[in-house]
């Protein structure tokens, strides 16, 4: 009898704490991705970032080049910058790869690794922000291309910026990514932002 009540204890127990365990399970290929009830989430970051870097490269295509798709032209992504109140966490990096991605996907555009620019900052001691000074730029692109053994063109920003308002229990927030794309020898810049607008109950 004292085993049965043991077993009976033991099995409702096992069924209980099953019942309470998260679950998860791989998602299909064609599976929207969660829109997140609190923060952006990677819907929200694909939409913005995939709309950014599209038209950023189309606009250089166009005004830069006329029209003609570039040939092996070398880029440097310098990060992004975040300037909202959320957290990226370890989101950062995986914005990164999708710029850097995108560009890499556009056609006829190259990036240089993003070591490589990192430790091009490094090694001038320079920070991002510093890059829009002539002459800082110009000792940056000159330990870049050293280390990267290419001329590099056109150095690409990312800011990610945000705004929130309320209404009773509805907060709506928006989301701004804007790509700035300087080009190393003459400073002139091309910008191309992706904004959405989000509803938090």
Same mark, same amino acid.
């Given at each position: 009898?004292?085993? @049965?009540?043991?077993?009976? =204890? /033991?099995?409702?127990?096992?069924?209980?704490? =099953?019942?309470?365990? $998260?679950?998860?399970?791989?998602?299909?290929?064609? %599976?929207?991705?969660?829109?997140?009830?609190?923060r /952006?989430?990677?819907?929200?970051?694909?939409?913005?970032?995939?709309? /950014?870097t @599209?038209?950023?490269?189309?606009?250089?295509?166009?005004?830069?080049?006329?029209?003609?798709?570039?040939?092996?032209?070398? !880029?440097?992504?310098?990060?992004?910058?975040n300037?909202? =109140?959320? %957290?990226?966490?370890?989101?950062?990096?995986?914005?990164?790869?999708?710029?850097?991605?995108?560009i890499n996907s556009?056609?006829?555009?190259?990036t240089?690794?993003?070591r490589y !620019?990192?430790a091009?900052?490094?090694?001038?001691?320079?920070?991002?922000?510093d890059?829009?000074?002539?002459?800082k730029?110009?000792?940056?692109?000159?330990?870049? %291309?050293i @280390?990267a053994?290419? $001329?590099?063109?056109?150095?690409?920003?990312a800011?990610?910026?945000?705004? @929130?308002?309320?209404?009773?229990?509805?907060?709506q927030?928006?989301?701004?990514?804007?790509?700035?794309?300087?080009?190393? %020898?003459?400073? /002139?810049?091309?910008?191309a932002?992706?904004?959405?607008?989000?509803?938090?109950?």
């Amino acid at each position: 009898m004292r085993i @049965q009540t043991f077993c009976f =204890s /033991a099995l409702t127990l096992l069924l209980l704490t =099953s019942c309470g365990a $998260p679950a998860g399970r791989i998602m299909e290929d064609d %599976e929207g991705d969660l829109v997140g009830g609190n923060r /952006a989430g990677s819907a929200t970051y694909d939409l913005i970032v995939k709309g /950014a870097t @599209q038209e950023l490269l189309q606009k250089y295509t166009d005004q830069v080049l006329s029209g003609s798709r570039p040939t092996g032209l070398n !880029v440097a992504f310098a990060g992004i910058e975040n300037r909202q =109140s959320e %957290e990226l966490g370890e989101w950062r990096d995986e914005l990164n790869e999708i710029i850097d991605t995108g560009i890499n996907s556009f056609g006829g555009f190259n990036t240089v690794s993003q070591r490589y !620019v990192g430790a091009a900052l490094r090694e001038t001691g320079l920070m991002p922000d510093d890059l829009f000074l002539p002459a800082k730029r110009r000792k940056f692109f000159e330990v870049l %291309e050293i @280390q990267a053994g290419n $001329p590099v063109k056109a150095l690409i920003f990312a800011k990610l910026t945000g705004g @929130q308002q309320s209404q009773g229990d509805v907060r709506q927030r928006r989301y701004r990514l804007t790509l700035d794309m300087v080009d190393s %020898e003459t400073g /002139a810049n091309i910008k191309a932002d992706k904004d959405i607008r989000k509803e938090y109950r």
